[in-house]
T-cell receptor
Framework: NAGVTQTPKFQVLKTGQSMTLQCAQDMNHEYMSWYRQDPGMGLRLIHYSVGAGITDQGEVPNGYNVSRSTTEDFPLRLLSAAPSQTSVYFC?????????????FGPGTRLTVL | DAKTTQPTSMDCAEGRAANLPCNHSTISGNEYVYWYRQIHSQGPQYIIHGLKNNETNEMASLIITEDRKSSTLILPHATLRDTAVYYCIVRSGAGNNRKLIWGLGTSLAVNP
């Protein structure tokens, strides 16, 4: 199994540009989520999904959209990038959303918005 | 939502046990304690979790106090590869809200 994969690894955008961060998992996990990590702060949840067709907002959802059309994929869309979205983004998945399931994290996407 | 408090940094000699404390005094009865670690620039990695009883796996042991207000992660024989930031997290929410609240963690340096 490849686990959780993310593309791209690095990205530089200009303010106002749009892009999609890709996340895929091959473990048949129901639960997937997106986090951002900024210096001096813990990971913060952006959006999450408990299954295909179901998504919900996390702690910091503004400026980001998600969809979950398949179990495997959970893309994160930035419609109009802002410098405040410069961050490292991590995608994670777990078998279910239950309390006894570990989350598996991808390697991250390092995004810079100029 | 329950919060956690961890020391900012710790040092440990290679081959010795590393004991990482965590305070979660506001934890509720059905909340689990999770430990993850993040090696520089990588995604976080799950270590262990527990509810009431002490837990052990191939990576570490988790000791939870009887009142559940604090816990300790034990790496029995720390190696240089254990140098990382260690996060103690309490799972919050119910129903479909499955967010984990992440703090800043403890930066553990294992020294030769």
């Amino acid at each position: 199994n490849a686990g959780v994969t993310q593309t791209p690894k690095f990205q530089v955008l200009k303010t106002g540009q749009s892009m999609t961060l890709q996340c895929a998992q091959d473990m048949n996990h129901e639960y997937m989520s997106w986090y951002r990590q900024d210096p001096g702060m813990g990971l913060r949840l952006i959006h999450y999904s408990v299954g295909a067709g179901i998504t919900d907002q996390g702690e910091v959802p503004n400026g980001y959209n998600v969809s979950r059309s398949t179990t495997e994929d959970f893309p994160l869309r930035l419609l109009s990038a802002a410098p405040s979205q410069t961050s490292v983004y991590f995608c994670a998945s777990s078998l279910t959303s239950g309390p006894y399931n570990e989350q598996f994290f991808g390697p991250g996407t390092r995004l810079t918005v100029l | 939502d329950a919060k956690t408090t961890q020391p900012t940094s710790m040092d440990c000699a290679e081959g010795r046990a590393a004991n990482l404390p965590c305070n979660h005094s506001t934890i509720s009865g059905n909340e689990y304690v999770y430990w993850y670690r993040q090696i520089h620039s990588q995604g976080p990695q799950y270590i262990i979790h527990g509810l009431k009883n002490n837990e052990t796996n191939e990576m570490a042991s988790l000791i939870i106090t009887e009142d559940r207000k604090s816990s300790t992660l034990i790496l029995p024989h720390a190696t240089l590869r254990d140098t990382a930031v260690y996060y103690c997290i309490v799972r919050s929410g119910a129903g479909n809200n499955r967010k984990l609240i992440w703090g800043l963690g403890t930066s553990l340096a294992v020294n030769p």
